[in-house]
């Protein structure tokens, strides 16, 4: 039987948003919307201002890359880009001390595009630029649903990556590239995630919940023969987040299959939920084993925490 099926069509984002300050810049800030953006760019953000003043003007919004604790600059522009928001862009960027400047436009030339990838090739390794189309699709006349194209984007190894060549890495940080690339591949494969975040080499690797200030943090300690996945609550949050999951401990656990560490380090700001899996990243034999273990336990980590991470009262 032939079933009927639904016309994918493109809408002008001015019919949701008749104006860029503001209209679009404040939904962007919304929580969700950022952690959408974020998602789409490899990192997780958290808004620190909206029209954060810079001399006599003001960037659109000033967040936080919270795996880094660094700046991130965004511009918008609902229209074709132009040389006066690719300048102010360029302008914030140096005088707020980012590490990241994310442009977002309805349309980039390809004057300015190039200018975007140049600007990665040649400026230093802690200094990243993304180029981002904003774009508004639905299904017949389902709502609108935002998409952000990344169009253009700094080089794989980039921020924070101890210079960003893999030849200046020492050897348990090449071990940790070469791991968490390997697993971001198979997170993506596995349809686990639609989009996960550049691998880096450090001992951790993040993804997103769907809330700033929570999130799934997989783990590869080289030195204590663990790795291991866990939901990381910033200080932030915490003193509300965790009384609440907590009361939910058992559901949970049941959801996952394992019991869970709560809160194993009472000591520390930020709080923690966890579970770990022996292994010996050395050995690189088993990697395949480790990897389909993170994976699994991501999936399930997922889907018992994201829904309810949602609906935190914070």
């Known amino acids: 039987m032939e079933r009927a099926m639904g016309e994918f069509k493109r809408i002008g984002v001015r ?7 503001a209209e679009f810049t404040p939904w962007l800030a919304q929580e969700e919307n950022i952690v959408k953006l974020g998602e789409a760019l490899g990192i997780e953000l958290e808004v620190e201002k909206v029209e954060a003043a810079v001399g006599p003007y003001s960037a659109d919004i000033l967040a936080k890359d919270t795996g880094t604790d660094t700046y991130v600059v965004i511009e918008n522009q609902l229209g074709k880009t132009d040389h006066d928001h690719l300048g102010k ?5 140096s005088v707020l001390h980012a590490s990241a400047v994310v442009w977002i436009a309805t349309t980039f ?4 595009q190039r200018a975007i990838d140049w600007l ?3 400026t230093t390794d802690d200094l990243g630029f993304y180029g981002v189309r904003v774009e508004l699709w639905q299904i017949d006349n389902s709502l609108p649903a935002v998409r952000f194209d990344v169009i253009s984007r700094p080089a794989a190894i980039k921020k924070g990556d101890a210079g960003g060549r893999t030849s200046e890495l020492t050897e348990t940080r090449q071990l940790q590239l070469d791991f968490w690339t390997a697993f971001r591949d198979a997170l993506v494969e596995s349809e686990v995630v639609p989009t996960a975040h550049t691998p880096r080499p450090q001992y951790w690797f993040d993804i997103n919940l769907g809330r700033s200030g929570i999130h799934i943090s997989c783990t590869a300690n080289t030195y204590d023969g663990k790795i291991g996945v866990r939901v990381y609550i910033s200080n932030k949050i915490a003193d509300k987040a965790l009384p609440q999951l907590e009361a939910q401990r058992e559901q949970i656990e049941e959801e996952i299959g394992r019991s869970l560490e709560w809160n194993p380090n009472e000591e520390a ?3 923690i939920i966890v579970t770990h899996y ?12 480790y990897i ?18 949602k609906k935190l009262s914070l």
Request: proline share 2%; net charge negative; aromatic share 14%.
């Open 15 to 21: 019919d949701m948003w008749k104006n860029e300050s």
């Open 89 to 93: 862009a360029i302008t914030y960027g």
């Open 109 to 112: 030339t390809e004057e300015h």
């Open 120 to 122: 990665n090739e040649f």
């Open 269 to 271: 700001r930020d709080k």
């Open 278 to 289: 022996d292994a010996d990243l050395q050995d690189r034999s088993r990697w395949d084993e």
């Open 292 to 309: 389909s273990w993170l994976v699994d336990m991501t999936a399930k980590f997922r889907r018992a925490f994201m829904p309810r991470v």
